[in-house]
């Protein structure tokens, strides 16, 4: 691990974000290209058996990366990933790619795609990772219900049939009750018509300032 640290954080109080203000800026008009060309590099390197030469030359080719990026860290409140809401995942490498084509009072619809890197095993998607995208659609579901943000209080996923990568699948999140701050949201993953998974999960609101 490297142990080079982002910059100081800015000054902030509690939950995610000191707001939701989303950019499409941040990172400039190549950003979208320098996360393509990474998750192109993680689909690589989930299949590639790569020679002791390759290896060595990867290796010096990725420090020497690292070290240019090493100068350009920033906290998590000005990263541009996480706010360059018009990119897939809203431009956070570490989520499966998705896109939102619905976020309201009656959920969050999107499509999402699980690559080759998120492969889990004979073809198919790693159940965590369908969880992962679980996790960020219900807590945008939450968070839009609740124009603030939520953590996840507990998240249960039933796997339903295999869900394949390289697919557009469809996820779809709703709070379906309300208790104060407690927010029960269901979802839903499919392939077309065919169930891939879905959730039973709570998200609760936090409070003012609250981590
Ligand atoms: C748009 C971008 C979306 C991104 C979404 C990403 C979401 C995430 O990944 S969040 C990261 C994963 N989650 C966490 O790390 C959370 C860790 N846990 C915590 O921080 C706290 O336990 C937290 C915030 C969930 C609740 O703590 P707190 O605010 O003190 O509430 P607390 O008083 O304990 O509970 C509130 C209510 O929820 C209930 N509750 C809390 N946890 C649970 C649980 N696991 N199961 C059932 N009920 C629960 C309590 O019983 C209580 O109910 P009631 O009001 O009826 O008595």
């Not at 100081?8 to 320098?34: C, M, N, Q, V, W």
């Not at 790569?50 to 420090?63: F, G, V, Y």
């Not at 679980?134 to 039933?158: E, I, Q």
């Amino acid at each position: 691990m490297s142990d080079s640290q982002p910059a100081a954080s800015t000054a902030h109080e509690g939950g995610f974000r000191p707001d939701l203000a989303i950019s499409t800026k941040r990172g400039g008009p190549h950003y979208a290209d320098f996360n393509e060309e990474v998750r192109t590099l993680m689909d690589k390197v989930r299949y590639a058996c790569p020679s002791d030469e390759l290896a060595l030359d990867a290796i010096a080719t990725l420090r020497d990366l690292n070290a240019k990026l090493d100068e350009y860290l920033v906290d998590e409140w000005t990263t541009p990933a996480g706010t360059r809401v018009d990119l897939p995942a809203r431009g956070n490498i570490t989520l499966p790619p998705y896109e939102i084509s619905a976020a309201g009072p009656d959920g969050v619809v999107a499509t999402v795609w699980f690559r080759p890197y998120h492969l889990g095993g004979n073809g198919v998607a790693h159940g965590g990772q369908v969880a992962v995208a679980f996790d960020d659609l219900g807590g945008m579901a939450s968070a839009v219900a609740v124009n603030g943000v939520c953590r996840t209080a507990f998240l249960k996923v039933n796997y339903r049939s295999l869900t394949p990568l390289n697919t557009p699948l469809q996820m779809r999140t709703r709070v379906d009750r309300r208790d104060g701050r407690k927010m029960f949201v269901a979802g839903t993953l499919h392939d077309g018509d065919r169930l891939c998974a879905d959730i039973e999960s709570l998200f609760i609101e936090l409070k003012p300032g609250q981590a």
